[in-house]
């Protein structure tokens, strides 16, 4: 299996750097809605003074970090394989003695990942020069406790993503539920705004989510504004959504391979 796995890393890591305009491309649709944000909040702070105890500083180092966080936890599925249902090219991968979804498309959207990565890493380093963020709170063990929560979001996050892109094998519009889906996240993880700031309700509701582990508790991780309380919580409710999600996916992907049909399937 690992031999699989560092053979289909070679190929999808080299077809990557194929589509370097395709990369920029999604880097910068990635990019655009936090660095609004990370703009709009920190003058809205800068001229109250603050917002509801969040400095200026507050919201720039949140959202500094939100960039990262987001760039590990998201995920591409839906573009790279919802397409294959609808026209049936994915026939040619059923065959194969892999999973499409949880091998090769996997590795593909970790290579992606990487990638994006890379050339967040510049685009970082002038917002650092230009916000100037104060990183008083961050520790080593807040940075190590974020990398298994951002690692069990990320793959919550691809999980529920590859059915909803299965959702392909019923309708054409498996897109329209992903970007309701994608709605939610942006709502319950943090990414519009900082949890703390929304309204009591929405805070409650998103304790039982699996959205807050894709930004929200990763970034307040990094920042050493967690309670033990509140890490142990979290985990425990990742690792509940992260069995969930994977039953829900096979579900999902069962019942739809059962359905599909191609030419020359």
């Given at each position: ?20 305009a395709n990369l920029i491309m999604y880097l910068l649709y990635w990019l655009v809605s936090p660095i ?116 069990l979001g990320f793959f919550i996050n691809y999980l529920l993503s590859a059915a909803i892109t299965s ?9 329209s539920v992903h970007e309701f889906f994608y709605a939610l996240i942006l709502l319950f993880s943090g ?75």
């Open positions: 299996m690992f031999l699989i796995f560092k053979r289909l890393w070679q190929v999808n890591w080299a077809e990557q750097w194929q589509y370097r609004i944000y990370l703009a709009v909040w920190t003058s809205i702070a800068t001229t109250k003074g603050d917002v509801n105890g969040f400095t200026a500083n507050d919201f720039i180092t949140y959202y500094m970090v939100l960039l990262i966080c987001d760039q590990i936890t998201s995920n591409i599925i839906i573009f790279t394989t919802g397409y294959k249902i609808q026209d049936g090219t994915l026939s040619g991968e059923l065959i194969r003695p892999i999973h499409p979804i949880l091998t090769n498309a996997l590795v593909n959207n970790i290579a992606f990942k990487a990638l994006t990565l890379m050339g967040l890493i510049p685009i970082w380093i002038i917002l650092f020069f230009l916000f100037k963020p104060e990183f008083s709170g961050v520790t080593l063990s807040g940075i190590l406790i974020s990398i298994p929560a951002m690692i959702l392909a094998f019923w309708t054409t519009r498996s897109h990414q519009f705004v900082p949890l703390s700031l929304m309204p009591d309700v929405i805070q409650k509701i998103a304790q039982y989510l699996p959205f807050q582990l894709l930004m929200y508790y990763p970034i307040q991780s990094i920042l050493g504004k967690l309670s033990t309380e509140q890490m142990i919580q979290g985990y425990v409710t990742g690792g509940v959504w992260l069995v969930l999600s994977m039953i829900f996916f096979n579900w999902v992907w069962r019942n739809g391979v059962k359905r599909f049909s191609a030419v020359g399937a």
